[in-house]
């Protein structure tokens, strides 16, 4: 079955430790997203990327990093600097395909989350 | 600046009743509008999506509208089923693919 593999589900980290979430898709999309999910609000958008060796940053990419080396792995390293790193983490994929207004409408495919906390 | 809010921000019904979510957004120039579900623990999963054209869709039990003009949209769950307990979160994307997510709304559906 295709779709996206986020490991660990589970993740406790000490302050000052950096980490990385896996994010891992077989769907062949060629765009991947990290989203930070807290109590209350909106998924907000951390990094995207559109195709391999390239990403972008979102509204808060302060305080972590990400790569793409291949279109179907897309991890993302939450660092030391960043200021509250405590949340359930979403990567998500979706197609870019035909047109760029066709690709809009493609829905997200989304991982099961990692929920990370820093103590 | 581009929002989406959502209400109410929970609810709770009897199995076998129905119920509307509600979503309000300011995104524009508007694209499409996606009903996405997520149950406790999990990513979200697309129910509907809406675009500037269509006023209502359906998906099962699910039944979405948009007015575009007032910029509002519903989600209308019929005959609620126990596994209908989720948050249901509203998207909205601007032409430029600005995606905005609402808070969503934390549905428990008791026996």
């Known amino acids: 079955d295709g779709g996206i593999t986020q490991s660990p589900k589970y993740l406790f980290r000490k302050e000052g430790q950096n980490v990385t979430l896996s994010c891992e898709q077989n769907?062949?999309?060629?765009?991947m997203y990290w989203y930070r999910q807290d109590p209350g609000q909106g998924l907000r958008l951390i990094y995207y990327?559109?195709?391999?060796?390239?990403?972008q940053k979102g509204d808060i990419a302060e305080g972590y990093s990400v790569s793409r080396e291949k279109k179907e792995s897309f991890p993302l390293t939450v660092t030391s600097a960043q200021k509250n790193p405590t949340a359930f983490y979403l990567c998500?994929?979706?197609?870019?395909?035909?047109?760029?207004?066709?690709?809009?409408?493609?829905?997200?495919?989304f991982g099961n989350g990692t929920r990370l906390t820093v103590t | 600046k581009n929002q989406v809010e959502q209400s109410p921000q929970s609810l709770i019904i009897l199995e076998g009743k129905n119920c509307t979510l509600q979503?309000?957004?300011?995104?524009?120039?508007?694209?499409?509008l996606r009903w996405y579900k997520q149950d406790t623990g999990r990513g979200p999963v697309s129910l509907t999506i809406?675009?500037?054209?269509?006023n209502t869709k359906s998906n099962g039990r699910y039944t979405a509208t948009l007015d575009a003009d007032t910029k509002q949209s519903s989600l209308h769950i019929t005959a609620s089923q126990l596994s209908d307990s989720a948050s249901y979160i509203c998207?909205?994307?601007?032409?430029?693919?600005?995606?905005?997510f609402g808070a969503g709304t934390r549905l428990t559906v008791k026996p």
């Open positions: 979503c309000n957004y300011t995104v524009s120039p508007f694209s499409n």
């Open positions: 809406m675009t500037f054209s269509e």
């Open positions: 998500a994929s979706r197609q870019a395909h035909g047109t760029i207004q066709s690709s809009y409408n493609s829905p997200l495919h």
């Open positions: 769907l062949n999309h060629d765009a």
């Open positions: 990327s559109q195709i391999v060796n390239d990403f």
């Open positions: 998207v909205v994307s601007a032409m430029y693919d600005d995606m905005r």
